[in-house]
């Protein structure tokens, strides 16, 4: 105790002893380095407090005692890289926190570790350059998103990596030249969409 406030190493233990939480204390509020329990003993979560405030990087744990995440805090806010786990330790997705919104290159992976969609995200949303991948880690579709919509050109795919579709979309509809070809890379149509309607001369191929 310092001038009647904790100062120093501190802990907090539940009604059966079992070890809570466990931190530093500066003039009576946490500053430095802190811990929490669950009730079995295993470590919740670590990291750093400053001035009362979630600072520097953090890290969660399932109750099993594997990785759940880890971030940066800034003055209280996720604010730098992020990275989440499940439960057997499998990467889940990765990116940057600014300002308490996703922002910036982020991954996403399925319950297998297989890749699912990677891109650019701004303010939370999706926005700019974005791809998805199937199961089996081919590539599903390729392009731009706009506020959340698909905008500007898109392209999707077979299983077996051979184009299926290309096309531009405005606002999330299909707006522009558009064409379609079989899995063996034969062009079956193409033609032109208005407001996600198909508008002018098509033309359709036999195989």
């Known amino acids: 105790m310092k001038d009647g406030k904790v100062d120093g190493m501190w802990e907090q233990y539940d009604g059966t ?6 931190g530093t204390m500066k003039d009576g ?21 400053k001035d009362a405030e979630i600072e520097g990087r953090w890290e969660e744990y399932y109750e099993n005692g594997q990785l759940k995440t880890q971030r940066t805090y800034k003055v209280g806010e996720h604010d730098g890289p992020y990275v989440h786990y499940d439960q057997t330790g499998q990467l889940q997705t990765k990116g940057t926190i600014m300002g308490g919104d996703r922002t910036g290159f982020w991954e996403q992976y399925d319950q297998s570790g297989q890749l699912q969609a990677k891109g ?4 939370g949303e999706i926005d700019g350059a974005w791809e998805e991948y199937d199961k089996n880690g081919q590539l599903r579709a390729k392009g731009t998103v706009l506020d959340g919509e698909r905008d500007g050109v898109w392209e999707e795919y077979y299983g077996n990596g051979q184009l299926h579709t290309k096309g531009t979309y405005k606002s999330g509809e299909r707006d522009g030249p558009y064409e379609q070809y079989n899995e063996d890379g ?11 309607e198909r508008d002018g001369m098509w033309e359709e191929y036999y195989e």
């Open 17 to 22: 002893g079992q070890l809570q939480t466990r």
């Open 29 to 49: 509020e946490p500053d430095g380095p802190y811990e929490r329990y669950y009730g079995n003993g295993q470590l919740q979560t670590k990291g750093t407090m």
């Open 120 to 123: 650019a995200i701004m303010a």
């Open 186 to 196: 034969q062009l079956q149509a193409k033609g032109s969409y208005q407001l996600g």
